[in-house]
């Protein structure tokens, strides 16, 4: 809520918009830009996680990528959907041949910026012709939104969700990520990009 006594809800972006969007980055065949969005689209990380992500946090067997000091400097694993997995090994070759340390690193060696993956994220928003920016907490939003709508309980989400509160610690504290990525991974494949 707001000092005014109402509270906002996020815009979040219809199925037709994400499928605008994830085209319309594909089409430019930009290989780390299609990667580069993945995580937001399907782990719903933060923008100032995947940028931060290494190489050797990515367990590709497992499907699963650690994210270190998220917010509130909390570690969690999220997990990724394995029709991602060759994409993501084929990016984490290139890396390495060029000897990276992160998953996302410029030309100086150096991991990319927030502000030039939201930089990166609008202009793609801008070219699909989308009445709205796309900001990594849209791409967020939009995929907890549709594993609700998907009938997923939050106490399944919140375990690789980040989200914190005193009602979910309790629950973080019981539920392991096996039966969470369990449920994830059973409808994740529907997610419609």
Wanted: with cysteine; net charge positive; hydrophobic share 35%.
């Amino acid at each position: 809520m707001n000092g005014l006594g109402f509270s906002f809800r996020p815009y979040v972006p219809t199925e037709a918009e994400i499928r605008n969007y994830h085209t319309t980055v594909w089409a430019t065949r930009r290989t780390g830009d299609i990667v580069l969005i993945k995580p937001p689209l399907h782990t719903g990380v933060r923008v100032a996680e995947p940028v931060r992500i290494r190489i050797d946090d990515v367990d590709l067997d497992a499907c699963r990528i650690r994210i270190t000091h998220g917010k509130g400097g909390k570690d969690r694993t999220v997990p990724f959907p394995a029709r991602f997995k060759e994409t993501l090994a084929l990016h984490i070759a290139a890396a390495r041949k060029k000897g990276a340390a992160f998953l996302f690193e410029s030309s100086w060696k150096k991991p990319y910026s927030t502000r030039g993956v939201r930089a990166m994220l609008a202009r793609y928003a801008t070219e699909a012709g989308l009445p709205h920016n796309m900001p990594p907490h849209h791409l967020r939003h939009s995929l907890f939104t549709w594993l609700k709508s998907q009938g997923i309980d939050d106490t399944l989400v919140q375990p690789y969700s980040g989200h914190a509160s005193r009602t979910s610690l309790e629950i973080y504290s019981k539920i392991a990520l096996g039966p969470a990525q369990e449920t994830h991974d059973g409808v994740i494949d529907q997610f419609p990009v």
